[in-house]
Every structure is written in structure tokens, then in C-alpha cells.
């Protein structure tokens, strides 16, 4: 059974172009969690999605971020717009029955 | 809200030694609480979680952690640690229905020869 991925593992992009970062579950999980990693920080919860559904999207910012896991595909986190404060590692988690996570290698985005 | 203080940042010890790496939440509700490790460039793994029953709590690689409600305590020890074991750990506390967690900022373990 292949863990969680994530996809791609490090991302370049110019200020104010638009990132996608995707995170495959592992198989049989249906509960997404989106985390974002500031150097030197612990993880700050962003979201928590079921499938096709949004369940708790209190972490994330109101503007220019934006989350999906669709019914089929993995899950996407969209960052509209990057400044130069998104440059983070951003890791997902996956669950299948929430007590337990499974966390991804993460992607290090880069606003340059 | 939670929050979770990790009080220590950064942790020397020799191998073979015990360590304590200690965590502290603040909450007014019952929450659940977890300890992950995560090694450089990947991402955080599972060691321990305290859902309910018994306050000691026994996790992977020989790893313990305490549950003191009292004190909103949830220290980690290890009697013995390996220069494996040289790693950031998280402790970390989640609501009730496990919509979000809360990570503490981290303790960075050093285990020296």
C-alpha cells in the first residue's frame, strides 16, 4: 500500500503566479488534512476535507487560497497570486478514520 | 482554541542516555494528543497517541509519553536513545471530532556519540 503523495516535491514560482500543490491519499482513506510549515515553526493546520466536501477551513486564508478533493483525482491546494510569505513546505495528511494520520513528504514552494 | 507549548526547543544528549522532551497544551475541553517525529525533508510520522484509558502510553521505536491532566502535561521519554533517534518532534492536540489539529513548534533531539 504506497503512502501519501505529494506532488511536486519542490515548486518554483514568481511572485504572483499561481501554485498547485496535490496530494494523493493513501488508498481507502477519504480525509484530507492541508498543513503549512513556516522554517523554524511547527505545522499550522490550513484544512480538513472529505471527499468533495470542505469540513473545517478555518486555517486558511481568506483570500487567494483555496482547496478541493474531488471525487475522483487527488487533493488540490491552490495558492492564486504568491507573494513572497507563501514560501513554506506544505504537507498533507490522510486518514481513514481520523484518530490517525498519514503524512506526506510535502512540497517546499519557493516564491522568488 | 488549543495551543501547544513545547517548552524546549532544542535537546543535546549522549547516546544511551534518557531524555524527556516535554510538551503542554491549554485547552477547556477534552481533547486527544499525539507525538510525531520527523526526520529531515520528510514528512511527520505517527510515534504515540493518547485517546483514553490508561495515562501511559507506549509508541513506536521505545517511546512513552505520559497524560497528566492535571498539569495538561504530555511529556515524551525514552530511557535509552540512539543516534537514530536524532530528529524534530512534534507534539500535537486535536478537538474532539479530529477537525483540526494543533502542532507545537517543535523539539529537535541531537543524540551524540
Known amino acids: 500500500n504506497a503512502g501519501v503523495m505529494q506532488n511536486p516535491r519542490h515548486l518554483v514560482r514568481r511572485r504572483g503566479q499561481e501554485a498547485r500543490l496535490r496530494c494523493s491519499p493513501m488508498?481507502?482513506?477519504?480525509?484530507v488534512y492541508w498543513y503549512r510549515q513556516l522554517p523554524e515553526e511547527g505545522l499550522k493546520f490550513m484544512v480538513y476535507?472529505?471527499?468533495?466536501?470542505?469540513?473545517?477551513e478555518s486555517g486558511m486564508p481568506k483570500e487567494r487560497f483555496s482547496a478541493e478533493f474531488p471525487k475522483e483525482g487527488p487533493s488540490i491546494l491552490r495558492i492564486q497570486q504568491v507573494v513572497r510569505g507563501d514560501s513554506a513546505a506544505y504537507f498533507c495528511?490522510?486518514?481513514?478514520?481520523?484518530?490517525?494520520?498519514?503524512f506526506g513528504p510535502g512540497t517546499r514552494l519557493t516564491v522568488t | 482554541a488549543q495551543s501547544v507549548t513545547q517548552l524546549d526547543s532544542q535537546v543535546p544528549v549522549f547516546e544511551e542516555a534518557p531524555v524527556e522532551l516535554r510538551c503542554n497544551y491549554s485547552?477547556?475541553?477534552?481533547?486527544?494528543l499525539f507525538w510525531y517525529v520527523q526526520y529531515p525533508n520528510q514528512g511527520l510520522q505517527l510515534l504515540l497517541k493518547?485517546?483514553?484509558?490508561?495515562?501511559l502510553v507506549k509508541g513506536i521505536n521505545g517511546f512513552e509519553a505520559e497524560f497528566n491532566k492535571s498539569q495538561t502535561s504530555f511529556h515524551l521519554r525514552k530511557p535509552s536513545v540512539h543516534i537514530s533517534d536524532t530528529a524534530e518532534y512534534f507534539c500535537?492536540?486535536?478537538?474532539?471530532?479530529?477537525?483540526?489539529?494543533?502542532f507545537g513548534s517543535g523539539t529537535k533531539l541531537n543524540v551524540k556519540p
Open positions: 488508498k481507502g482513506h477519504s480525509h
Open positions: 493518547y485517546l483514553s484509558g490508561s495515562t
Open positions: 495528511a490522510s486518514s481513514s478514520d481520523k484518530y490517525e494520520q498519514y
Open positions: 476535507l472529505q471527499k468533495e466536501n470542505i469540513i473545517d
Open positions: 485547552s477547556s475541553v477534552s481533547v486527544y
Open positions: 500535537a492536540v486535536s478537538d474532539v471530532n479530529f477537525n483540526k489539529f494543533y
